[in-house]
């Protein structure tokens, strides 16, 4: 969505959005209909007696929870709750007006509950929006989580793609040898490209043995491997290459990169960039501590949205100064050190949400946060944390997942063939592809 959104001009009229604010947008005015829906469906409601009544339905962080009569959604409600829109004719003529064209960006991993009703009400009617629909049913990743994967009626018309307009001969030859049934060319005719295979056999130590990482490499074995790696292709490439290095799952790079726990606490909302704390430490901690460290002065004014200079005097550059040694030190400790750092410095403006949360710590700080994880249990999590999960986020990282980086293009790519996910079977299938294995009937 980032990759879209950075290469619409300012004042386009597409609005690129996830699947989930996209729903929400489209439903979030018909509050009637959704407090009727959380208040009376048991689908909808949590499991402790809350007799305080809704008058609110509202979508965050998406964690299910209610408070002061404000029904906060689940990601996975504000899904459903479109769902149960859709299925409303005047829902759907007023939705049709308001959405005339929708472009739907890999679309074999959308919602399936939902693109059956764009197909069903919209598209086999031959009425309602425009849909153009870009991916590909083999590349479905969310099998397990009711993706829809292929779409077929008799109203789409399929468009193949003959070209391969970003990868090198040697790579679009890979892929035709994976998949023959779409032939494809490559449109790079100035490198060939090449695609080698490194594999770990000569590990002779302990292996994993949780479930779906039952024989790996350790962590740190893996780590080292992985920047031996990175490190000769950096020396044996020109140094305006960029290299990314794609991992299976989001759980094994924040294993790999240190922010295990902030990904089981937060898990999509991590990705969505949704929870407004590590959007302060990443929109404004992070870069005014750059700044200082490098006396970047352009990076403070833009990060604090100001155009007059900060420092005027000698004790304010003083303060500055302190501040950068004092977050130095806690920048090692935990969140909360490094938010009350802030807001003790009186330098840097904390959004009020987070200082209304900050008085919950304080005063309650078993309040429930997201997911089960208390506010004070989250804000204690190690600084690193947050830091190791920003270095991911940017659209500069190394390290991404390979279904976090599509769209994007690197000149170098090492991609980690590993387990941490029961639907990949590399072990399985990777002999049937290079042909040292039968392929079995009906494979």
């Given at each position: 969505m980032d990759v879209i959104a950075k290469?619409?001009?300012?004042?386009?009229?597409?609005?690129?959005?996830?699947?989930?604010?996209?729903?929400?947008?489209?439903?979030?005015?018909?509050?009637?209909?959704?407090?009727?829906?959380?208040?009376?469906?048991?689908?909808?409601?949590?499991?402790?007696?809350?007799?305080?009544?809704?008058?609110?339905?509202?979508?965050?962080?998406?964690?299910?929870?209610?408070?002061?009569?404000?029904?906060?959604?689940?990601?996975?409600?504000?899904?459903?709750?479109?769902?149960?829109?859709?299925?409303?004719?005047?829902?759907?003529?007023?939705?049709?007006?308001?959405?005339?064209?929708?472009?739907?960006?890999?679309?074999?991993?959308?919602?399936?509950?939902?693109?059956?009703?764009?197909?069903?009400?919209?598209?086999?009617?031959?009425?309602?929006?425009?849909?153009?629909?870009?991916?590909?049913?083999?590349?479905?990743?969310?099998?397990?989580?009711?993706?829809?994967?292929?779409?077929?009626?008799?109203?789409?018309?399929?468009?193949?793609?003959?070209?391969?307009?970003?990868?090198?001969?040697?790579?679009?030859?890979?892929?035709?040898?994976l998949r023959p049934d779409l032939p494809q060319t490559s449109a790079i005719d100035d490198f060939?490209?090449?695609?080698?295979?490194?594999?770990?056999?000569?590990?002779?130590?302990?292996?994993?043995?949780?479930?779906?990482?039952?024989?790996?490499?350790?962590?740190?074995?893996?780590?080292?491997?992985?920047?031996?790696?990175?490190?000769?292709?950096?020396?044996?490439?020109?140094?305006?290459?960029?290299?990314?290095?794609?991992?299976?799952?989001?759980?094994v790079l924040a294993t790999q990169q240190g922010y295990e726990q902030l990904l089981e606490i937060l898990a999509d909302g991590l990705r969505d960039k949704e929870e407004p704390f590590l959007l302060f430490f990443m929109d404004t901690v992070e870069p005014i501590y750059k700044a200082l460290k490098d006396s970047n002065m352009q990076l403070l004014f833009d990060t604090l949205g100001i155009k007059r200079f900060p420092i005027k005097k000698k004790s304010e550059k003083i303060k500055w100064k302190e501040l950068q040694r004092q977050l130095e030190n806690a920048r090692t400790k935990r969140a909360i050190d490094v938010f009350e750092l802030i807001k003790q410095s009186k330098l840097i403006p904390i959004p009020p949400k987070l200082d209304g949360w900050y008085h919950l710590y304080q005063k309650a700080p078993e309040t429930k946060y997201v997911s089960d994880t208390s506010i004070q249990a989250f804000l204690e999590l190690d600084y690193l944390q947050f830091t190791a999960a920003i270095d991911f986020l940017f659209p500069d990282a190394m390290f991404s997942t390979e279904h976090g980086v599509k769209g994007e293009e690197y000149d170098n790519v090492v991609f980690v063939i590993s387990k941490g996910w029961s639907l990949y079977q590399f072990e399985t299938y990777t002999p049937m592809i290079t042909g040292h294995t039968n392929i079995p009937n009906g494979k």
């Open positions: 290469r619409l001009s300012k004042d386009s009229f597409i609005l690129p959005s996830t699947i989930h604010s996209f729903s929400w947008n489209a439903i979030k005015q018909y509050q009637g209909f959704l407090i009727d829906i959380v208040t009376n469906n048991p689908d909808f409601l949590r499991d402790e007696k809350d007799f305080v009544k809704v008058t609110e339905v509202t979508y965050t962080l998406g964690d299910r929870y209610k408070e002061n009569g404000i029904q906060y959604l689940y990601h996975d409600d504000v899904l459903k709750l479109f769902c149960r829109l859709l299925d409303n004719a005047k829902f759907r003529s007023v939705f049709a007006d308001k959405y005339p064209l929708i472009l739907i960006d890999e679309y074999q991993d959308s919602y399936k509950p939902i693109i059956d009703r764009f197909v069903n009400f919209f598209i086999a009617e031959k009425k309602g929006p425009q849909f153009v629909f870009f991916g590909d049913a083999w590349q479905t990743i969310y099998q397990s989580n009711k993706a829809c994967g292929l779409i077929e009626n008799e109203n789409l018309k399929i468009i193949k793609k003959g070209s391969n307009l970003r990868s090198a001969p040697r790579i679009v030859q890979l892929l035709n040898n060939d490209g090449e695609v080698i295979v490194i594999t770990c056999d000569d590990y002779t130590g302990p292996r994993r043995t949780e479930c779906n990482l039952k024989g790996e490499l350790p962590a740190e074995e893996l780590k080292n491997r992985l920047s031996n790696v990175t490190e000769k292709i950096k020396r044996e490439s020109s140094e305006d290459d960029n290299l990314k290095v794609l991992m299976i799952t989001h759980k």
